[in-house]
């Protein structure tokens, strides 16, 4: 049994950011960093293999963390979920059951697992509250990755009742940011519209065509303020029941889309195709728990994506395909 004691962590401790080349765990890396944090560990895909399980069990003996963020998942747009289902839900279930295991057995003191708003039903009434886990089906589309991530939350839960540790869970909304998937295949709509629109104005493109009606309203958290608030859970969250993070607003995709053709210089037509499907109408995240905890974003949609096209412009022979 471990008591949990609000408070900084030690900067001098070690620290496992699992997943630590990723969108989410490369900002969180960054902040940990900008943080003072002094022994921290990360080890790529090719070097650690996190559905291995005796080499995840080695590695954590090893290093002995005090404290672990799970950000390593197998993510992928709506195409790529619904295409190899298997492979995210085993993948996923993998990755989670072998670290959170060898977490345990290394008696970590504080685990933060990350999940995504996809958890929620498709049809949960907006905004959502994360006591709507479990209270109606899922979206299809990615219900096999939505799985392993609800089983994840079960974890840590199971975790803080049989070994008392006073391990969290957090669920973010769409983020974006520095170190995004920009790729045609993978990428989800923010980066998609960048590269799409920073190609547009680039060859002087007379109109641009978009899926959909564009009134869809999503909410899109810059990945900064993410590893911001995982930072702030960890020093000042404790509970079973995971937390929804984000910004606690909306946009429309058409408002996106004309925030991404500012930022881009883009200065073409902006065209919608209607026969396209818009998806579910709305999907925000109820943030007033994350609010209660004390904390709060930062960043606002238009900084945050000029932020990243600047990333993205100096990063194109560098960029995941
Ligand atoms: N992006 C979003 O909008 C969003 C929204 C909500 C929640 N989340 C959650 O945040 C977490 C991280 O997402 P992300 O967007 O940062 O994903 P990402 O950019 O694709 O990064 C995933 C990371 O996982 C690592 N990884 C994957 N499979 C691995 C394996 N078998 N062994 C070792 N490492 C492995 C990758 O390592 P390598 O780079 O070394 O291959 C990569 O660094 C996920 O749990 C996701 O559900 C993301």
């Known amino acids: 049994m471990t008591a949990f004691a609000p408070g900084p ?4 401790a070690a620290f496992y950011v699992a997943g630590h080349r990723g969108l989410v765990g490369s900002a969180i890396w960054r902040k940990l960093e900008s943080e003072g944090f002094t022994n921290l560990h990360g080890q790529t895909s090719g070097e650690l293999d996190l559905k291995d399980r005796s080499a995840v069990f080695e590695y954590l003996a090893r290093i002995k963390p005090r ?37 345990r057995e290394q008696n970590v003191e504080r685990v933060l697992f990350l999940g995504s708003s996809c958890i929620y039903p498709k049809f949960a009434s907006q905004p959502i509250r994360e006591d709507s886990l479990l209270t109606g089906h899922l979206e299809p589309t990615n219900d096999a990755y939505a799985i392993a991530k609800i089983a994840g939350i079960m974890h840590v839960q199971a975790v803080r009742r049989q070994y008392g540790l006073p391990w969290i869970s957090a669920m973010p909304t ?10 045609p295949e993978g990428s989800h709509v923010l980066p998609a519209l960048i590269r799409r629109y920073d190609e547009a104005a680039r ?7 978009n899926w959909g009606t564009g009134s869809p309203r999503r909410e899109f958290l810059h ?3 993410m590893a ?14 995971q937390v929804n993070v984000g ?14 053709a500012e930022a881009v210089g883009y200065e073409g037509k902006m065209e919608w195709d209607t026969s396209k499907p818009d998806g579910t109408p709305q999907k925000l995240l109820d943030v007033s728990k994350l609010a209660k905890a004390g904390w709060t974003a930062r960043i606002s949609l238009e900084e945050g994506v000029r932020n990243t096209v600047d990333w993205y412009r100096a990063h194109q022979t560098s960029l995941r395909v």
């Open 9 to 12: 962590l030690d900067r001098d």
């Open 67 to 103: 404290y672990v963020v799970l950000a390593a998942a197998k993510v992928g747009g709506i195409m790529a979920n619904n295409t190899y289902p298997v492979d995210f839900l085993t993948e996923n279930l993998q990755i989670q059951v072998n670290v959170l295991d060898a977490a």
């Open 174 to 183: 769409n983020l974006y940011g520095p170190g995004d998937n920009f790729s």
């Open 203 to 209: 060859d002087e493109v007379g109109s641009v065509t």
């Open 223 to 225: 990945v900064d303020d």
């Open 228 to 241: 911001e608030a995982c930072l702030h859970l960890l020093e000042n969250y404790d509970g079973p029941d």
């Open 247 to 260: 910004t606690g607003s909306d946009v429309t995709i058409r408002e996106l889309a004309e925030t991404v």
